[in-house]
């Protein structure tokens, strides 16, 4: 079983629409959450951290449950642009190492 | 944030040769810096961390001595793959952890723009 998973879509929503993603994680002592974006071909770039109080910036909504070991993103008011792969990654303590899931692929359609 | 450059982004080889990716940070010493592989539809995965002045260190599963790395300075890391073989072929990735004033989390990495290697 993957350390981290997610569902690999794609998700296909028109614009304007609104979109969660889901991502489980096993290990308990998992310390640090992010999200990544990963467009086509090309690396991955900081979208936000994830906290268990939630966070939120500008359109995008990031949620952690810890107990339940459970991350979330949604995303508001879908354009365009937001096409890509989100990537839900975790750390754990006193480490640099980042710990990938496979991907959720986002399609927007206008 | 940091800027990471990558050279090649792409290279195409033939079984057997020897292929040296450069990983340099442009804009910040980098005394540590990551190696990733990504195969299609799979998530990254860690190789190693390329420590400067010093041995890497390989995740489990990964050749030392078919993955080298030199980390010979504070800008530059490189990453050869020895005799590559088309199971070799992947996207491969480097990414450095700056210092605090060039990132927004403590764990967050940037990432250089990948190397595409086919080997066939």
Known sequence: ?110 | GAVVSQHPSWVICKSGTSVKIECRSLDFQATTMFWYRQFPKQSLMLMATSNEGSKATYEQGVEKDKFLINHASLTLSTLTVTSAHPEDSSFYICSVRPQGALRRSYNEQFFGPGTRLTVL
């Open chain 1, 1 to 110: 079983r993957k350390e981290v998973e997610q569902d690999p879509g794609p998700f296909n929503v028109p614009e304007g629409a609104t979109v969660a993603f889901n991502c489980t994680y096993s290990n308990s002592a998992s310390q640090s959450f992010f999200w990544y974006r990963q467009d086509c071909r090309k690396e991955p770039k900081l979208l936000m951290s994830v906290y268990s109080s939630g966070n939120e910036d500008g359109r995008f909504t990031a949620q952690l449950n810890r107990a339940s070991q459970y991350i979330s993103l949604l995303i508001r008011d879908s354009k365009l642009s937001d096409s890509a792969t989100y990537l839900c990654v975790v750390t754990h303590h006193n480490t640099d190492k980042l710990i990938f899931g496979t991907g959720t692929r986002l399609q927007v359609f206008p």
